[in-house]
T-cell receptor, first 112, second 117 residues
């Protein structure tokens, strides 16, 4: 089955803790993205990567970090610098950076 | 910067009827793409339909069709023969087609569609 997987489905973060959200795709897509969704709002772009070992900041990158060491993986770390991390996080990928984006099932992050 | 506006927070339609969801956008670009995504209770975003701005013909996917009015910067989604499974949040999104621009999607705030028996 080809697709995008995200894990875990739910994640709890303690104060001052860094947590990492996983995103994996087996679609052979070059580009990958991380979006954040808050209640009553649309999605906002955190980071994106067009090729391996390269990534760019989106609109709300502060308090987040990413890596792209492998084509199929694009993990997102929510650092302690992100003061309001509670949200739904969606990963997406596309064949090339200007093609249609397809989304994973998402990770819900909650703060204890 | 581009903006996308969905002015209907909630809509309701009876099963088998037709409903139209509105979307307007603001851009100074001439080449771009527009999308409608569906987010059911599972919260996974599912692509419903895509429209290229350079195409005058409105996109259609089975029961879903759009009314794309480029001059008016309007992009509405029509759902025909509504089914219970169509109940979801629907998001309109914009993406620039210009070379060298960030490949992000700009989303509206969504319209929650209820389907009643």
């Amino acid at each position: 089955d080809g697709g995008i997987t995200q894990s875990p489905k739910y994640l709890f973060r303690k104060e001052g803790q860094n947590v990492t959200l996983s995103c994996e795709q087996n679609l052979n897509h070059d580009a990958m993205y991380w979006y954040r969704q808050d209640p009553g709002q649309g999605l906002r772009l955190i980071y994106y990567s067009q090729i391996v070992n390269d990534f760019q900041k989106g609109d709300i990158a502060e308090g987040y970090s990413v890596s792209r060491e492998k084509k199929e993986s694009f993990p997102l770390t929510v650092t302690s610098a992100q003061k309001n991390p509670t949200a739904f996080y969606l990963c997406a990928s596309s064949i090339f950076s200007r093609e249609t984006q397809y989304f994973g099932p998402g990770t819900r992050l909650l703060v204890l | 910067a581009q903006t996308v506006t969905q002015s209907q927070p909630e809509m309701s339609v009876q099963e088998a009827e037709t409903v139209t969801l509105s979307c307007t956008y603001d851009t100074s670009e001439s080449d771009y793409y527009l999308f409608w995504y569906k987010q059911p209770p599972s919260r996974q975003m599912i692509l419903v339909i895509r429209q290229e701005a350079y195409k005058q013909q409105n996109a259609t996917e089975n029961r879903f069709s759009v009314n794309f009015q480029k001059a008016a910067k309007s992009f509405s989604l029509k759902i025909s023969d509504s089914q219970l499974g169509d109940a979801a949040m629907y998001f309109c999104a914009y993406r620039s087609a210009m070379t060298g621009t960030a490949s992000k999607l700009t989303f509206g705030t969504g319209t929650r569609l209820q389907v009643t028996l």
